[in-house]
């Protein structure tokens, strides 16, 4: 047996000073989830292909005496396999269970965590919430990757408690892929910007749908003489990241309330690097466009946009594989990752104003401490939708 | 200490509707219980882990050592190891049915016939 074989204990988890110190039995809850998710994705997620091979499609083939055309047509078929349906309901009760002790471990402490937030927060010029910011639609829709109340809801008003529970869980979700401080995607991008421009200090960077800013903070500490702001419609998440990052140090890093649809708070060409990690699959068919061309627009001539995703489909990538990729998409609340995967992301940027050769897509592993934290795996063992492997679809703005 | 009830606010449902897995309700339900006795199986486990490794080191424990206790990276391979196996032997009948679709397999009376015969 490996080292690596065996995921890290939720201990190794960074405690900076919002976040909600767990029990004993909370963290070995975590550690429990920790390894069922690595054996269902790891061990018995393979599973799914076999079934699909050796039975729903043979099946198929011989109801229909074709191949099935598309990965919703997979899907309706594996949706009959009493395998998949299973392994399906095993994930989904392990993602509600995470969303039960991360919510858990957060409320019964929610007045010490409030209480440390708004300290770090008082009067910071670097925290600015605009209650006339209403949630769009396809925030709320439903509640996203079933968080009780998703990234706007409070318990009690002025409460931290969606960031806080946000950012316990990531850990037991990734089974440590993302490091202790869960900002691998973050982390990656340092170190990719680094070997792609070195020697290059941006002035002044967007990231737009930034959460709790576990991935905008290691570049405001790795540029601390860049501005950086992080912009999200979600109060509560924005409050617990303010607070985060500052316990972390970066106090060049300022969160605002804002819906990214209208960035006309920022004059053209305001940015030299507009960012978003893992969030366009959380918008909708016309807010990502919309997003794209407001971010193109506030982005300066030879200025960077990227974003990190999973890997779009396309035609090379199997219907299996489409497949599979879009279980979170019906089975973990994420409704607008279907559609968004099969977007033209080159041809929006493209009419957004980034012409084709200006853009490139680059692959991106989380950046973790290999010592303790699994370096993540990608294949048919890859934990689909929550790997640390993503692909970074990004251009660099014409200077004219 | 907040007023909000946190244990029942804890498990609040998220909004969307819930696909139906297994097609009946009740085998829906059966297996959120279970997989949370399973969970908490694995806590009992770790716990009684924490405890017995105190005693070994200490000769003595209280409920404040278990709560700061911290796994050094060979005590956290080898609860990490005991976890991994837990899992295991609980989906072993999941395991073996993924296994099942490997082969082609006839029942076992016809080889018994089978064998009878020839």
Known sequence: ?400 | MSDIDYILRAGARAKGKRPDFLGDPSSERMLSILLAVVGEVSVLKERLDTVERLLDAEGTISRADIEKYRPDRDAAYERGLMTKEYVARIMRGVQQEMEAMQTDEKPVADISVDLRDN
């Open chain 1, 1 to 400: 047996m490996k080292r690596e074989d065996v995921p890290p204990p939720y201990t190794a988890v960074t405690r900076h000073d919002v976040f909600p110190t767990p029990t004993h039995d909370e963290a070995a809850r975590f550690n429990f989830l920790t390894a069922f998710n690595k054996y269902l994705s790891g061990v018995i997620g393979p599973g799914n292909k076999l079934a699909y091979e050796k039975r729903v499609l043979p099946a198929f083939r011989a109801e229909h005496q074709r191949d099935p055309k598309d990965r919703f047509e997979i899907r309706h078929a594996m949706n009959k396999d009493p395998w998949h349906r299973f392994w399906s309901a095993c994930k989904r009760n392990s993602m509600e269970m995470r969303q039960q002790n991360g919510r858990a471990m957060v409320l019964r402490q929610l007045d010490a965590l409030d209480a440390k937030a708004r300290q770090l927060n008082a009067d910071r010029p670097t925290l600015q919430l605009d209650p006339s910011v209403a949630t769009p639609r396809y925030q709320n829709a439903v509640d996203i990757h079933c968080m009780p109340g998703s990234y706007h809801g409070e318990e009690r008003p002025g409460d931290v408690s969606a960031g806080a529970n946000y950012d316990c869980g990531i850990f037991a979700t990734t089974a440590g892929g993302l490091g202790a401080l869960s900002d691998g995607g973050g982390q990656a991008l340092v170190e990719w910007i680094k070997r792609e421009r070195p020697g290059w200090t941006p002035q002044r960077i967007l990231d737009v749908g930034c959460t709790i800013g576990h991935n905008i903070v290691p570049l405001a500490l790795a540029f601390p003489d860049t501005e950086i702001i992080a912009i999200d419609t979600a109060a509560p998440v924005l409050r617990y990241g303010h607070a985060r990052a500052q316990a972390l140090g970066a106090k060049n890093l300022k969160f605002i309330q804002m819906n990214a649809e209208d960035l006309s708070r920022f004059p053209d060409g305001h940015f030299d690097w507009v960012q978003t990690t893992m969030f366009l699959h959380e918008l909708s068919g016309k807010a990502l466009p919309q997003i794209i061309r407001e971010g193109v627009r506030v982005l300066a001539p030879g200025g960077l946009m990227l974003h990190l995703e999973q890997p779009q489909y396309s035609d090379e990538m199997p219907l299996y594989e489409q497949f599979i990729r879009d279980w979170d998409a019906f089975n973990n609340n994420e409704p607008f990752w279907s559609a968004m995967h099969a977007m033209d992301l080159k041809k929006i940027l493209e009419t957004a104003g980034l012409p084709r050769a200006s853009q490139f897509v680059t692959g991106v592993r989380a950046v973790v401490d290999p010592a303790v934290f699994p370096i993540a795996a990608s294949g048919e063992k890859e934990d689909h939708g929550r790997a640390a492997v993503w692909n970074a679809y990004g251009a660099w703005k014409p200077q004219s």
